[in-house]
């Protein structure tokens, strides 16, 4: 079973990145506001990425370090895939340890679970097996320069902020993933493609910042309407697509990575819906890794 680790408790494992891309300082007391009735306000700017993320414009691209578990340094690139949802490409941002690693630590499992969603259901998701992994020396730092790096100081001093047991998804050929949102109360996702396979689409993902004259950036109040606005749009064409030999697609290497956030981050506590993607079908064997980061105070549940 998935499990949630309080991100204050991740803080301290170790992992200090450095470079351009800089890590947020220890979070300050929170500013997230509680009402009498126990619900908590979002303060605006505190679910997207931090400040030297927020205004890289798509297809910049920002250099970047930290360190894992062994205390090597592991050097990347971030690249801007979309302004809304926010969503970055991290080029080489395992260390070729940290890879082997997961796939070897899912593998020493035995023969793994089929994959099922939240809901227990098998059919969304096909040709898939998983594992969960907890905290350990390697996952923890690793963990650790995910949130200093990609959360603001503000989302790590947020209520209830922490972050899920490492998914571990090993795809067949042909396996895939149908449209979906992570959503409540999963903020922001990091995909790491172990060996280099990938295949992720968010088709409602907004490359230009075109604003109302573009339809994906209409106002989506719920999954069936994210559903609806992407019917009919084509991956590599519409959207972002990370991975796989369809043109238009962004190529990835194993240690790569994706993130994006799942939130709107004007204050409201709302999903953004174009944060909706899918596991293509997997043209060949297929190794990925998920984190989720969670902040539970003041979300609304998906609808």
Not at 216 to 222: I, K, P, W
Request: net charge neutral; glycine share 14%.
């Amino acid at each position: 079973m998935m499990q949630c680790r309080p991100l204050l408790a991740l803080l301290f494992l170790g992992g200090a990145a450095r470079g351009l891309v800089q890590p947020s300082p220890l979070p300050p007391p929170s500013p997230w506001a509680r009402p009498q009735h126990g619900s908590c306000m979002v303060p605006p700017g505190s679910l997207g990425p931090p400040n030297a993320l927020r205004d890289l414009p798509v297809g910049a691209i920002m250099p970047g370090a930290r360190q894992d578990a062994e205390g090597t340094k592991v050097e990347f690139e971030v690249e801007r895939l979309a302004m809304t949802p926010p969503a970055f490409l991290l080029r080489g941002f395992l260390s070729r340890h940290e890879s082997e690693y997961i796939m070897g630590s899912a593998r020493a499992r035995g023969e793994l679970p089929k994959a099922q969603t939240t809901s227990g259901s098998e059919g969304a998701r096909t040709r898939c097996r998983v594992a969960w992994l907890g905290h350990d020396a390697v996952l923890g730092p690793l963990a650790t320069s995910v949130g200093k790096l990609l959360l603001t100081p503000e989302s790590m001093a947020a209520p209830g902020v922490g972050v899920e047991d490492l998914q571990v998804l090993h795809y067949q050929k042909g396996g895939e993933f149908v449209l979906h949102h992570d959503g409540a109360p999963r903020s922001m996702t990091i995909i790491y493609y172990l060996n280099g396979c990938g295949g992720t689409w968010l088709p409602l993902a907004d490359r230009e910042g075109r604003g109302d004259t573009d339809r994906r950036s209409m106002v989506l109040n719920n999954k069936a309407e994210a559903l609806e606005a992407a019917n009919g749009l084509v991956p590599g064409r519409d959207g972002v697509l990370v991975g796989g030999a369809r043109e238009g697609a962004r190529e990835v290497q194993p240690g790569d990575a994706l993130v994006f956030y799942s939130y709107k981050d004007n204050g409201s506590g709302q999903i953004d819906w174009q944060a909706l993607h899918a596991g293509l079908p997997s043209e060949g064997e297929k190794w990925i890794a998920n984190h989720w980061w969670t902040a539970h105070g003041g979300l609304r549940a998906k609808s």
